[in-house]
């Protein structure tokens, strides 16, 4: 077939057009087939996974042995050995076969090892059944595993003020006047 007009050939009748593409009708996102996954017949966008706050966890490995102080915001996992206080606005977790010596202040405190000191004024305090603590501990809410030993003094429910502030609450209450 030539390009050109070529005057010795007859003229090439035209060709005709193909017929338009059949175009199946659209289908609504609901009917689609589950084992089908095109995302071109899903008109719905894609949903993007719910974005959470990123939780940072500092981790003391186990086989290390530190001793020092800890303070600041953030989780704290313990797996090794460390001797001094920790003071964080998180989380404290002293997994199974860790080691720590010093006071406790944290927002939650799951003791899974050996505890020797005071955990103060935690919110909440997690005793496995693999803990062993020595010392006291101060929460708003403890749960104790079975297995587990403590030595020392619990307190917990308890709200830092005290029930009766003022002389003037007790009227009523067993006072004569």
Request: net charge negative.
């Given at each position: 077939m030539a390009l050109w007009k070529d005057?010795?050939?007859?003229?090439?009748?035209?060709?005709?057009a193909a017929p338009p593409l059949a175009v199946p009708p659209a289908v609504p996102a609901?009917?689609?087939?589950?084992?089908?996954?095109?995302a071109a017949l899903n008109p719905?966008?894609?949903?993007?996974p719910k974005e959470r706050p990123e939780v940072k966890e500092s981790?003391?490995?186990?086989?290390?042995?530190?001793?020092?102080?800890?303070?600041?915001?953030?989780n704290v996992r313990m797996s090794g050995r460390f001797?001094?206080?920790?003071?964080?606005?998180?989380?404290?977790?002293i997994d199974a076969g860790a080691h720590l010596s010093g006071q406790i202040r944290a927002g939650v405190?799951?003791?899974?090892?050996?505890?020797?000191?005071?955990?103060?004024?935690?919110?909440?305090?997690?005793?496995l059944e693999?803990?062993?603590?020595?010392?006291?501990?101060k929460a708003g809410t403890i749960q104790v595993a079975a297995g587990a030993r403590m030595r020392g003094h619990?307190?917990?429910?308890?709200?830092?003020?005290?029930a009766v502030t003022k002389a003037a609450d007790l009227k009523g209450y067993g006072s004569t006047t």
């Open positions: 005057s010795n050939t007859p003229a090439a009748s035209p060709t005709p609901r009917e689609l087939d589950k084992s089908t996954n095109i719905e966008p894609p949903r993007k981790v003391i490995a186990a086989g290390l042995t530190i001793e020092g102080k800890i303070e600041g915001s953030g001797k001094g206080d920790v003071n964080v606005d998180g989380n404290l977790a405190v799951v003791v899974g090892g050996e505890l020797e000191g005071n955990i103060i004024a935690a919110k909440r305090v997690e005793v693999t803990a062993v603590i020595t010392g006291d501990v619990m307190e917990f429910g308890w709200d830092d003020k005290p």
